[in-house]
């Protein structure tokens, strides 16, 4: 009685755990070959564990894609680990365009998919960066890299029908003349709703 006793309580614990870091954590799978990915392993030490990375790492979703103030970080992260090989605006260079609605990777439709990438690498010429810059500043990328999006929207899957809605293409003149000024006299925080 008592080992029919301890078997079930170590098979709820081990139950309860389980669930628990099912339900907190998403799983992050290599572009490339599909494994694990090994964030907490390889991960830079800075920027772990900050609100918007916690959400992030829950739902997948980018909280920092509408958080304006974030975009000018975003955009020097690209520019210095990025523009080299996809353009000053996402064009494409070597590699492929990031500012439009197409993708070599389907995967990269959502901001799962793309941090999974950045963080990974792909196949071919595209390096896994997972090491060279930090959960957060990663997150504050991708929002850059939404923000690039010059196509129609309707399809795009990182969007909710709302911010579907009031998104605008990217213009570079606009974003140098106007929102850049603006943005950058807004913090870069996790959004409060």
Same mark, same amino acid.
């Given at each position: 009685?008592?080992?029919?006793?301890?078997?079930?309580?170590?098979?709820?614990?081990?139950?309860?755990?389980?669930?628990?870091?099912?339900? @907190?954590?998403?799983? +992050? %799978?290599? =572009?490339?070959? *599909?494994?694990?990915?090994? &964030?907490? #392993?390889?991960?830079?030490? /800075?920027?772990?564990?900050?609100? @918007?990375?916690?959400? +992030? %790492?829950? =739902?997948?979703? *980018?909280?920092y894609v509408e &958080?304006? #103030?974030?975009?000018?970080? /975003?955009?020097?992260?690209?520019?210095?680990?990025?523009?080299?090989?996809?353009?000053?605006?996402?064009?494409?260079?070597?590699?492929?365009?990031?500012?439009?609605?197409?993708?070599?990777?389907?995967?990269?439709?959502?901001?799962?998919?793309?941090?999974?990438?950045?963080?990974?690498?792909?196949?071919?010429?595209?390096?896994?960066?997972?090491?060279?810059?930090?959960?957060?500043?990663?997150?504050?990328?991708?929002?850059?890299?939404?923000?690039?999006?010059?196509?129609?929207?309707?399809?795009?899957?990182?969007?909710?029908?709302?911010?579907?809605?009031?998104?605008k293409s990217f213009?570079?003149?606009?974003?140098?003349?106007?929102?850049?000024?603006?943005?950058?006299?807004?913090?870069?925080?996790?959004?409060?709703?």
């Open positions: 009685m008592k080992f029919a006793l301890l078997v079930s309580a170590l098979t709820f614990t081990a139950l309860s755990v389980l669930a628990q870091t099912a339900a @907190a954590e998403q799983v +992050f %799978r290599s =572009t490339a070959t *599909d494994e694990i990915l090994d &964030v907490d #392993g390889t991960a830079r030490r /800075g920027g772990r564990n900050t609100p @918007a990375v916690k959400k +992030f %790492r829950e =739902t997948g979703v *980018d909280a &958080v304006a #103030g974030c975009l000018p970080l /975003g955009e020097a992260i690209f520019v210095e680990s990025c523009s080299g090989c996809h353009g000053a605006v996402g064009e494409g260079k070597i590699g492929p365009a990031l500012n439009d609605s197409v993708w070599i990777y389907s995967k990269n439709k959502t901001d799962k998919g793309i941090f999974e990438t950045i963080f990974g690498g792909a196949k071919g010429l595209m390096a896994a960066h997972g090491q060279d810059i930090e959960l957060d500043d990663l997150l504050k990328l991708i929002a850059w890299l939404r923000h690039l999006q010059k196509d129609d929207v309707t399809n795009a899957e990182w969007l909710t029908a709302e911010q579907k809605k009031t998104f213009d570079v003149r606009r974003w140098k003349e106007t929102e850049r000024p603006a943005a950058e006299k807004q913090q870069c925080a996790f959004p409060s709703k």
